[in-house]
């Protein structure tokens, strides 16, 4: 690959702004159809991508990031919310048989579920890194991703009729 000399002069800097804790280099990824590599593997491993800002690129970027960042968000949340099933957290009474029986199962399921999310975002993220590399990107969803939001939107469904139902037999 024929590199110009504004880009052998970017190359050579470190990017190293202040919280990072590994000055590398950064990594040029010229964006065209014969390029054959995974972006993420390219040396050096810690350095940042650097793509070629051409028609709405930086745009779809944002927004491949946006969409990685929610996801983690939602993982981060079923995390939050298996540690508060598990530990059954109650503010007004002591929970009942029922809950503690069921506490520790759907704490590891929403638990498994957060990593669920995670995965699939990140995957999703990568993938789509990859593609734009390659010049191949589109902006869409897969099945896997709507299956791993499915099962999430059911176990949440769930949780909450199980939770509601309990909470009615706590009061009767």
């Known amino acids: 690959m ?3 000399a504004s880009d052998r002069l970017l190359l050579q800097e470190r990017y190293n ?3 990072n804790p590994f000055p590398a280099k950064p990594v040029l990824v010229k964006q065209s159809n014969a390029y054959d590599r995974t972006a993420f593997t390219e040396r050096p491993l810690l350095g940042s991508l650097l793509f070629d800002n051409n028609d709405s690129d930086a745009r779809d970027h944002c927004a491949n ?5 929610s996801w983690l968000r939602l993982s981060m949340y079923m995390a939050i919310v298996a540690v508060a099933i598990v530990i059954s957290f109650h503010l007004k009474h002591q929970p009942t048989d029922t809950e503690r029986r069921v506490a520790l199962p759907f704490g590891i399921i929403f638990w498994l579920l957060s990593l669920a999310c995670l995965v ?12 734009y ?7 869409q969803t897969g099945w896997k991703t709507q299956v791993v939001f499915t099962v999430v939107a059911a176990a949440i469904v769930a949780a909450c009729v199980l939770f509601l139902s309990t909470n009615s037999e706590n009061t009767s």
């Open 2 to 4: 024929e590199l110009n």
């Open 133 to 139: 590399s390659q010049r191949m990107a589109l902006v």
């Open 17 to 19: 702004p202040i919280y």
């Open 65 to 69: 990031e946006r969409t990685f960042l």
């Open 120 to 131: 699939s975002g990140l995957a999703n993220y990568i993938k789509t890194v990859t593609r």
